[in-house]
C-alpha cells in the first residue's frame, strides 16, 4: 500500500457500551433536537416506543414503516409526518433499513441524526444511502446522509436471533475487505479493517454457542464499528455491487446476500489484490481468505447458496448484465463471463476454489 494518501477521518461522535440507551436523551440534547421522529422498521414498534420513553417530551412522532432497501416510495410517505409534526431531529433505532430510512430524509432535509444500532450492519457510520425506485437500487454519497450521532448499547443486540446476527456480521466484514482493496484506501483504515474482521471472526462462534453471551456480542459490535467506518472511508468494489444488483433488483434479503457473496467476491479478487487477501487471512487465522470466509459462514449455520435465499437460476443472466453495465472500480476487471461464473458458483454454493 503507498504511503502518499489523503484521510479525513469522518465527524461523527460515538458513543459505545453497555446501557447507553439511557444517554439518548442527553445526545438528542447535544444536537439540538426538540421534536424528533423515532424510526423503526414494523416489527421494533417496541424499541421505538422504549427510545420514546427515554426521549420523554423531545419526542414528536414515532414511524415504524422502515423497509429493506429502502424504497423512495416509503420516503417519500415519512416526509409528510416530517411536516406534519415539524420534525427537527431523526433517532433511528434498528438494522440498515431504519437506519437508510433516516439517511433518506436526511438527504431531502438536512435533519440531524442520531443513530442506535442492533445489528451489525455499518450503515450508520457511512455516508452512502441506497435507495431502491422502479425496481433497480442506487447510491448517493453525500454529506447530509452522514448520521452525527451514534450511540452502540450492546444490550440492545443480545436478543439479535443467532441466524441473523451472523449474516449481519458477515455483511460488515465485507465492508472492511472491500476496504482493504479500494484505490482510496489508506494505512489507517487499513489496520482498522483487519482488526475488525478479526473481531467478528473471533465473536461468530461465540455467539453461535451463546447468543446471550455479552463477550461475543461487545466483540461483535466493535468489529461492526471498525468495519462501518473502513466503509464509510473508502469506496465500494464488485463485492457490493453485486449486493446492489441482487437486493435492488431481485429482492433477495440484504445481510444474507452479502453472506453468499463475500467469499467468491474475494476469490474474484484474489490474485488482483494479493495483500488485502493476506491480510484477510491473517485477520481470520488462515491461509486462504475466500474459502476463510465460507467456512466461517458454512459453520456458523448461515447461508451459502443464492438459491436457497430465493434467487432464481434464471435471473443469474441478467443479474450479470446489470453488474457489468455500470460497474465500481474493482481491482480485477470486471468480466461479464467471469462474472456469471461467479454468480453460478455463487448460487450452487460451492466452495471457492472447489
Same mark, same amino acid.
Given at each position: 500500500?503507498?504511503?502518499?494518501?489523503?484521510?479525513?477521518?469522518?465527524?461523527?461522535?460515538?458513543?459505545?457500551?453497555?446501557?447507553?440507551?439511557?444517554?439518548?436523551?442527553?445526545?438528542?440534547?447535544?444536537?439540538?433536537?426538540?421534536?424528533?421522529?423515532?424510526?423503526?422498521?414494523?416489527?421494533?414498534?417496541?424499541?421505538?416506543?422504549?427510545?420514546?420513553?427515554?426521549?420523554?417530551?423531545? /419526542?414528536?412522532?414515532?414511524?415504524?414503516?422502515?423497509?429493506?432497501?429502502?424504497?423512495?416510495?416509503?420516503?417519500?410517505?415519512?416526509?409528510?409526518?416530517?411536516?406534519?409534526?415539524?420534525?427537527?431531529?431523526?433517532? +433511528?433505532?434498528?438494522?440498515?433499513?431504519?437506519?437508510?430510512?433516516?439517511?433518506?430524509?436526511?438527504?431531502?432535509?438536512?435533519?440531524?441524526?442520531?443513530?442506535?444500532?442492533?445489528?451489525?450492519?455499518?450503515?450508520?457510520?457511512? #455516508?452512502?444511502?441506497?435507495?431502491?425506485? @422502479?425496481? !433497480?437500487?442506487?447510491?448517493?454519497?453525500?454529506?447530509?446522509?452522514?448520521? !452525527?450521532?451514534?450511540?452502540?448499547?450492546?444490550?440492545?443486540?443480545? /436478543?439479535?436471533?443467532?441466524?441473523?446476527?451472523?449474516?449481519?456480521?458477515?455483511?460488515?466484514?465485507?465492508?472492511?475487505?472491500?476496504?482493504?482493496?479500494?484505490?482510496?484506501?489508506?494505512?489507517?483504515?487499513?489496520?482498522?479493517?483487519?482488526?475488525?474482521?478479526?473481531?467478528?471472526?473471533?465473536?461468530?462462534?461465540?455467539?453461535?454457542?451463546?447468543?446471550?453471551?455479552?463477550?461475543?456480542?461487545? !466483540?461483535?459490535?466493535?468489529?461492526?464499528?471498525? /468495519?462501518?467506518?473502513?466503509?464509510?472511508?473508502?469506496?465500494?468494489?464488485?463485492?457490493?455491487?453485486? /449486493?446492489?444488483?441482487?437486493?435492488?433488483?431481485?429482492?433477495?434479503?440484504?445481510?444474507?446476500?452479502?453472506?453468499?457473496?463475500?467469499?467468491?467476491?474475494?476469490?474474484?479478487? +484474489?490474485?488482483?489484490? &494479493? @495483500?488485502?487477501?493476506?491480510?484477510? +487471512?491473517?485477520?481470520?487465522?488462515?491461509?486462504? +481468505?475466500?474459502?476463510?470466509?465460507?467456512?466461517?459462514?458454512?459453520?456458523?449455520?448461515?447461508?451459502?447458496?443464492?438459491?436457497?435465499?430465493?434467487?432464481?437460476?434464471?435471473?443469474?443472466?441478467?443479474?450479470?448484465?446489470?453488474?457489468?453495465?455500470?460497474?465500481? &472500480?474493482? &481491482?480485477?476487471?470486471?468480466?461479464?463471463?467471469?462474472?456469471?461464473?461467479?454468480?453460478? #458458483?455463487?448460487?450452487?454454493?460451492?466452495?471457492?476454489?472447489?
Amino acid at each position: 500500500m503507498s504511503l502518499d494518501f489523503t484521510y479525513q477521518p469522518s465527524p461523527q461522535r460515538i458513543v459505545f457500551g453497555s446501557g447507553t440507551l439511557t444517554q439518548v436523551a442527553a445526545e438528542a440534547e447535544r444536537l439540538g433536537i426538540t421534536r424528533a421522529m423515532v424510526l423503526s422498521t414494523p416489527g421494533k414498534t417496541s424499541l421505538a416506543e422504549d427510545v420514546a420513553g427515554h426521549l420523554g417530551d423531545r /419526542c414528536a412522532a414515532i414511524l415504524p414503516t422502515a423497509r429493506m432497501h429502502t424504497p423512495v416510495e416509503v420516503t417519500d410517505e415519512a416526509m409528510t409526518t416530517v411536516e406534519a409534526e415539524r420534525i427537527d431531529g431523526l433517532v +433511528a433505532i434498528g438494522g440498515g433499513s431504519t437506519t437508510g430510512l433516516g439517511k433518506a430524509i436526511a438527504y431531502r432535509t438536512d435533519l440531524p441524526q442520531l443513530v442506535l444500532p442492533t445489528t451489525y450492519s455499518g450503515s450508520e457510520l457511512t #455516508d452512502i444511502l441506497g435507495q431502491t425506485e @422502479d425496481g !433497480e437500487k442506487t447510491t448517493i454519497r453525500d454529506a447530509r446522509v452522514l448520521p !452525527e450521532t451514534v450511540v452502540y448499547d450492546v444490550g440492545l443486540t443480545l /436478543c439479535l436471533p443467532v441466524a441473523v446476527s451472523v449474516t449481519s456480521a458477515m455483511n460488515a466484514m465485507a465492508h472492511a475487505v472491500e476496504g482493504l482493496y479500494a484505490p482510496n484506501s489508506n494505512p489507517i483504515l487499513a489496520l482498522m479493517a483487519e482488526e475488525g474482521i478479526r473481531a467478528l471472526g473471533a465473536a461468530i462462534p461465540g455467539i453461535v454457542k451463546s447468543g446471550a453471551d455479552e463477550a461475543p456480542r461487545g !466483540e461483535a459490535l466493535y468489529g461492526a464499528w471498525l /468495519c462501518g467506518t473502513v466503509l464509510g472511508g473508502t469506496s465500494m468494489a464488485l463485492h457490493h455491487k453485486l /449486493c446492489h444488483v441482487l437486493g435492488g433488483s431481485f429482492g433477495l434479503p440484504h445481510a444474507e446476500t452479502h453472506t453468499v457473496i463475500l467469499p467468491h467476491a474475494a476469490a474474484y479478487n +484474489a490474485a488482483a489484490a &494479493p @495483500d488485502a487477501m493476506a491480510a484477510v +487471512a491473517r485477520a481470520l487465522g488462515a491461509d486462504d +481468505a475466500p474459502t476463510a470466509l465460507f467456512d466461517l459462514a458454512k459453520n456458523a449455520g448461515a447461508p451459502t447458496a443464492l438459491r436457497d435465499i430465493g434467487m432464481s437460476e434464471d435471473g443469474l443472466e441478467r443479474a450479470a448484465e446489470i453488474a457489468t453495465a455500470n460497474p465500481y &472500480p474493482n &481491482p480485477r476487471g470486471l468480466e461479464r463471463d467471469a462474472i456469471r461464473k461467479l454468480l453460478d #458458483d455463487a448460487w450452487h454454493g460451492r466452495r471457492p476454489g472447489a
